[in-house]
């Protein structure tokens, strides 16, 4: 098992453009969250899919968004970049029936987005 | 609302001394909070939760509702212990990082 996997590793874009990021979770688990990183700073929780569905979502705005596939993997989709949305953005993955969707995340090495 | 506070980015301490990496949160339900650690050039991973109220690696994290902290301890340090150590909340339906503290092990 490779663990959590996400495409592509690096990313630049020029302001306003869309950007996809893929993530697969770890084998056996249901639920995918994003959370974006900025330099020198922790992660930020984007939002959570389980079952095809956003669940939650965190103070971000509605340029980002997502979809979890029926196979689990998933995608957050950002439209009309900005600078500041340069950043790592994190995927990770957890199991709702193995103690819920917060109970223990196994993340990705991330995609470092760069907005020009 | 900062929920998760850690107040030094940066620690160093020598082998065999005790660590200790400070967090604060502010929530004012029951929350559970877990500690992320992540070593060079590997992926964020988990460290310990505290409704587990396990020991890992030699690490120990108290929850006090009172001082509303979740400092994370070990009485001796070691050079693999050097990383970058998060704290973090759930409210449930959110998770909120701190900032991290960057831990340095001197041999």
């Known amino acids: 098992d490779a663990g959590v996997t996400q495409s592509p590793t690096h990313l630049i874009k020029t302001r306003g453009q869309q950007v996809t990021l893929r993530c697969s979770p770890k084998?056996?688990?249901?639920?995918v969250s994003w959370y974006q990183q900025a330099l020198g700073q922790g992660p930020q929780f984007i939002f959570q899919y389980y079952e095809e569905e956003e669940r939650q979502r965190g103070n971000f705005p509605d340029r980002f968004s997502g979809h979890q596939f029926p196979n689990y993997s998933s995608e957050l989709n950002v439209n009309a970049l900005l600078l500041g949305d340069s950043a790592l953005y994190l995927c990770?993955?957890?199991?709702?029936?193995?103690?819920?969707?917060?109970?223990?995340?196994?993340f990705g090495p991330g995609t470092r987005l760069t907005v020009l | 609302a900062q929920r998760v506070t850690q107040p030094e980015k940066l620690l160093s301490v020598f082998k065999g001394a005790p660590v200790e990496l400070k967090c604060n949160y502010s929530y004012s339900g029951s929350p559970e909070l877990f500690w992320y650690v992540q070593y060079s050039r590997q992926r964020l991973q988990l460290l310990l939760r505290?409704?587990s109220r396990e020991s890992i690696k030699g690490f120990t994290a108290d929850l006090n509702k009172g001082e509303t902290s979740f400092h994370l301890k070990k009485p001796f340090a070691q050079e693999e212990d050097s990383a970058m150590y998060y704290c973090a909340l759930t409210s449930g339906n959110q998770f909120y990082f701190g900032t991290g503290t960057s831990l340095t092990v001197i041999p």
């Open positions: 990770a993955s957890s199991s709702l029936l193995a103690g819920g969707p917060w109970n223990e995340q196994f």
């Open positions: 505290h409704i």
């Open positions: 084998s056996g688990h249901d639920t």
